[in-house]
């Protein structure tokens, strides 16, 4: 247990994940941009 929460301190992996969140906001952002443009154009 106390290996695991060693893990999730180290600031590598806190920079990964930090990384990662926002490259998935950024694509879901860019998704729902592109869903409303195909909303948009079909109407």
Known sequence: MNYII???QSNKVKT???IFCIANFINYGALRNYLI???NLKT
């Open 37 to 39: 443009m195909l909303n």
């Open 6 to 8: 060693y893990i999730i």
């Open 16 to 18: 990964f994940v930090n």
